[in-house]
């Protein structure tokens, strides 16, 4: 290469400026500073892509220059409100500066190939050097457009995750704890804590109902789309001539909620205790320490025996209450945006089929993305790939929803 460039500023020293050095895989273009016309930068990016961008750079603008007054200085509170917002569009202003530069770069690099005296070694690194700008650009327009895209405020936040079982009789329970396990192999595979919040035991193995509280790094942000129906079909543990059922259990993904969010009516709550049984030591067993919640309301009632005092299982109660009030508000806000836009994936209703297991073909099947997985080792917890399918999914919506607000007039 280096002989490459000696030669073409040999033969062609009035554009010895147009050297080409090699970097790595891709190649940089240094010419002098001095006049000469500049090609018209077109931009390549979506005309709403660019809009946004433009107003966020402005926004980001104009934060800075409210950070550098001093009254603003002077008001932590005020200057670390405004910190904080610059800091958000950090990311994405950087990002479309490398994109105009690398936009830039691309333009002149076009126009270079168009001059006279080029010869065949040159025209090809010139070439080279368009293919690689051009890659880069497309990266950088499809990372620009999942930084645009609106967080969801509850990514960040601990959840409550409660399985509960369908339709399928005593295999719909044993189904239910198959789910449990699942949930809580995917947690340690995240290095996320689980806990017991409360539970009822099936018959003949596995859970009526199991509630767990799930603790980590954005937790609601992975589990939120597990919500809705997961049908099995297999051969049950309780049948005794071969034959396939089909069962099912329902998962809820319920983002902690605080007191400040949900409130409580005393009045609108009847709390009764009863005796904890089972294991526990003699406590549980001669002291009312187990609690029925029942919320009038809305009828929904929670027993709590998992901890040891009646104090901790009333807490436990009331969190797991505030809870599911706060997901029925989440919903039926989410509702209405699905309905606006119609998402194909979002934290999905109680009553949406979101995936089929079928045990006979060790197959599951997520009827949201039309894509099929490997059953033994997503019951193990393997369901990652899932889960950012679903994210991927979840993005290609909200970016055809992002073009059509920008390109669809106001009023």
Known sequence: MNSLTTSFAARFPARAEHVLCNQGRSFALFRPHRARRTPRIVCMAEPYLITKLESAEKTWKELSVKLADPDVVSNPS???KLAQSMSEL???????????????????????????????DMAEMIA???GTLTNQLKELEEKLKVLLLPSDPLDSRNILLEVRAGTGGDEAGIWAGDLVRMYQKYSERNAWKYAPVSSSEAEKGGFKTYVM?????????????????????????????????????????????DEVEVVI?????????????????????KVETAVDLFHKPTGIRIFCTEERTQLQNRNRALQLLRAKLYEIKV????????????LQVGTGARAEKIRTYNYKDNRVTDHRLKMNFELTSFLDGDIETAVQSCVALEQKELLEELAQSVSTPAG
């Open 78 to 80: 005020e200057y670390q």
């Open 90 to 120: 950090e990311e994405v202003v950087s990002a479309f500066k490398r994109f105009k530069d690398c936009e830039k770069q691309l333009e002149e690099t076009k126009a270079l190939a168009k001059e006279d005296g080029i010869d065949a």
């Open 128 to 130: 080279y050097e368009i």
């Open 213 to 257: 509280e799930v603790k980590g790094k954005r937790v609601y942000s992975k589990l939120k789309y597990e919500s809705g129906v997961h049908r099995v079909q297999r051969v049950p543990q309780t049948e005794t001539q071969g034959r396939v059922h089909t069962s099912t259990a329902t998962v809820a993904i319920m983002p902690e909620a």
């Open 265 to 285: 009516d005393p009045k609108d709550i009847e709390l009764t205790t009863a005796r904890s049984g089972g294991a526990g030591g003699q406590n549980v067993n």
């Open 331 to 342: 919903r039926e806000q989410q509702e209405l945006i699905r309905t606006q836009r119609k």
